[in-house]
């Protein structure tokens, strides 16, 4: 047969245009794998949205009420070094972890956000005080500091927001690598894992050299990251004035995604575009920044959610939550920033709910349910047995309903904490039909492993005037009565405080809250110790 019909020789042309079509070929399907590889990967990786709460600021943000699906995934800043001790976390150098439990009942909100199947986070750092990677150099302490705040408020991921004095710390940047690395690993150990994003300034030329750095060492000192989340925000002179808060993003995070990429690929790790993206975080500061001209729109917002989409990116944010409203009349000039409003006519829109549809994360892990609503009918099923409440582990008097409570007092009922929006007796905490303004209470959160009952304060003698009734009293005077000390609401004279103490509405007197009461209990001590 091979005799008869021999084979036909190629030419070395024929043959190399052979060879060049079969590598083509090769190198197009290999093309095809590493693209079906970055897309399986991408596709794992959820893409979220979680506001900013300024923790501190007041008025005090009800992030545990949550107004829409998207404000249910929180990130609650900032913890920083205690001014007193550079290895002790802080909520923004004002308040320790103990007392932001008492005088914020952050412990509280934060488990009743979480109760209603809202996520919670926590960053680390911010522009205006010392993170504390910059303060503690002893590499155990620091890590169990950042540990406290992880297993205190049971998160399962934090953000470093890394920016001014300590973006040029290099050693600070080594000893929070090295300090979150280990976290990380001890956690992965016991079947938890800790997801980490850092947080970095930018302009629409994307990451500082600085910026660059800090993820440059983050790789190298073994941090599993998350993403990086450029602050889209308060461009100053780099921005590009001939175009608009949403394209100055656009530029930020398209540079942001080619550097990345270098940066991953100098560590050697070759990942996808479609995989960076989801490693990408983007967060607007909403309305009016912090620099006069610079504003970024409800306009901005709908393309920017809509161009996170498109993009797969992995995180979208907002400075913050507090903001996210119209400033009221009373706020006189929009031009200057508020913690408490945006500075724009948002009407009955937020920001938070445009920036959430961007992403498939707002409101609740891809594929469970989302919000309140969602947790709610996940919840106990009606045939479980009623909540007994424990007297001894309760921090607030349990519930009577033949006991009359006025504005501000709290109560334990069914494992909850509730606090009186008014005077009440014999209304249900837990009434499942009465909403909004129609009931009395406010549920706080629920009770605390760990909680004890809160001592009732018992005011002696000396700490105000005892309450005589033929004396006359004005507006802003106050009396001691049967431990407690009362203001007077208005001119009265006969009229006893026992009555507050019933809670009458009508009464002249008002009853001082635990918080007042034990201030002035205070500095009476205070002036009646004699000096030394």
């Not at 996170?308 to 996210?324: C, E, F, I, P, T």
Request: with cysteine.
């Amino acid at each position: 047969m091979s005799e008869r019909f021999p084979g036909r020789k190629l030419s070395l042309v024929r043959l190399g245009i052979l060879s060049a079509a079969v590598l083509a070929i090769t190198a197009g399907g290999v093309t095809a794998w590493g693209n079906f590889q970055d897309e399986r990967t991408a596709e794992a990786i959820p893409s979220i949205f979680s506001g900013y709460v300024d923790v501190t600021a007041t008025p005090r943000y009800a992030f545990e009420d949550p107004v829409s699906d998207a404000a249910e995934n929180v990130l609650l800043s900032f913890i920083v070094a205690d001014p007193k001790n550079g290895c002790t976390p802080s909520w923004g150098a004002a308040y320790s972890l103990d007392d932001a439990g008492s005088a914020l009942d952050l412990d509280r909100r934060v488990a009743r956000l979480q109760q209603l199947g809202g996520t919670v986070s926590v960053s680390f750092g911010g522009l205006l005080n010392k993170e504390l990677a910059t303060s503690c150099t002893d590499a155990g302490h620091l890590e169990a500091a950042y540990r406290t705040v992880v297993d205190r408020y049971n998160v399962s991921s934090i953000d470093l927001d890394i920016e001014g004095e300590a973006l040029a710390d290099a050693a600070s940047l080594d000893r929070r690598a090295a300090a979150v690395a280990a976290l990380q690993q001890d956690r992965r150990a016991d079947g938890r894992e800790l997801t980490v994003w850092l947080t970095l300034p930018a302009d629409p030329n994307g990451l500082t050299a600085a910026g660059s750095d800090a993820v440059r060492r983050m790789i190298a000192g073994g941090v599993d990251l998350a993403g990086v989340n450029i602050m889209t925000m308060d461009y100053g002179g780099s921005r590009l004035l001939d175009r608009s808060m949403y394209e100055n993003a656009v530029s930020a995070a398209e540079a942001a995604h080619r550097q990345l990429t270098g940066l991953y690929r100098d560590a050697g790790s070759e990942l996808g575009s479609e995989t960076v993206w989801r490693k990408i975080g983007l967060t607007p500061m909403i309305g009016q920044n912090d620099i006069q001209g610079e504003i970024f729109t409800l306009k901005d917002a709908e393309e920017l959610s809509a161009y996170a989409s498109a993009k797969g990116v992995g995180r979208l944010s907002m400075w913050s939550l507090n903001r996210d409203r119209t400033c009221s009349p009373n706020y006189p000039d929009v031009t200057k920033v508020s913690d408490g409003c945006s500075g724009v006519d948002q009407g009955a829109a937020t920001f938070a709910a445009i920036l959430g549809g961007g992403v498939r994360g707002a409101g609740g892990a891809a594929g469970s349910p989302a919000g309140p609503a969602a947790a709610n009918a996940s919840a106990k099923p009606s045939s479980a047995p009623a909540v007994t409440d424990d007297p001894a582990t309760s921090p607030y008097p349990i519930w009577n309903e033949s006991t009359a409570y006025t504005s501000g007092e709290r109560i334990v009922w069914h494992s909850n904490v509730y606090e009186a929006k008014w005077w009440t007796r014999a209304d249900t905490p837990d009434d499942p039909v009465l909403q909004g303004a129609a009931t009395p209470w406010r549920i706080i959160g629920p009770v605390l492993p760990g909680d004890k009952p809160t001592p009732q304060l018992t005011a002696p003698a000396g700490t105000a005037p005892a309450w005589e009734p033929a004396t006359i009293y004005r507006k802003g005077d106050r009396v001691l009565f049967e431990g407690r000390v009362y203001e007077a609401k208005w001119w009265t004279q006969t009229d006893s405080p026992e009555a507050a103490q019933q809670g009458a509405p009508e009464s002249p007197w008002a009853k001082l809250r635990d918080e007042e009461l034990l201030k002035l209990m205070t500095a009476a001590s205070a002036t009646s110790t004699p000096s030394p």
